[in-house]
């Protein structure tokens, strides 16, 4: 389930923080995002994507509004609507904590877009659902873009090389990746590798493998007819009572339960 919300804030909130993600997307001028690590402007075009746990507040001066439109999602209904890359996305983006984006020039087309996110919380009726799953999608899409596109953020220092082992890690999650090989691929030390790998993905090297095999795994049980074991074999897992605290671990689920529920209930709601 996602809820979202239109709204006019025209007063300062206190401080809080909230077990969901928190995507706002400002439609004008006025007031300011405090957040642990500083102060954000709200200005029209921007998104902001707040990570659970996350300390904020709104700040508005006595004659300041600001119009936002509000999307929370709860991290436990993201595997049941949004894609494996999606997911490791996100994770991503909630490693450098509260993220910007800035979308010069597409104010009409973000408005559009988050138009078509039902305001309410969630719906029953499974088109509009859909529906509301695709746009908000797309709008961490768009975000995550313009987020990565940003020169002040701390991974372009070393993006090129970092993506160069995205990629390889992509194509080889069969096999069995260390961060040795990491580090000679990269060209990078092992210190320097280890920080800046967890920048741009927000988990360990090893974590992150983990994390992307578990998803291949899950993709392969409800597109394949491969048994438990082969799945967990053609992703990596060489352990099958590791496979299986990983998978439950991300998913909430055992393996056979995942592709139960998605089978033959449709969904993991």
Sequence with gaps: MLWSLSTEIAASSSWHDHDIFEFALCLDQGGRLLTDDGEIDLRPARTILIPPGAHHRFDLDADETSRLKIICVPPKDLPGFVSPLHIAMLDGLCGIGVSVADHPGQELWLGQLSNLIVDGLGTDDERSSQLNWSAMSLLLSLHAKERRAAKDHPINRHRVQIVDLISWIES?????????????????????????????TGKSFVDYCNVRRVQKAATILVTRSDSVTQAALDSGFSNLSHFHRQFKAHFGLTPAAFRRKVIEEGGLR
């Design 172 to 200: 080889n999650l069969g096999e069995d990746l260390s961060i040795q090989q990491a580090t000679f691929r990269s060209g990078l030390s092992r210190s320097l590798l280890t920080r800046e790998f967890r920048h741009y």
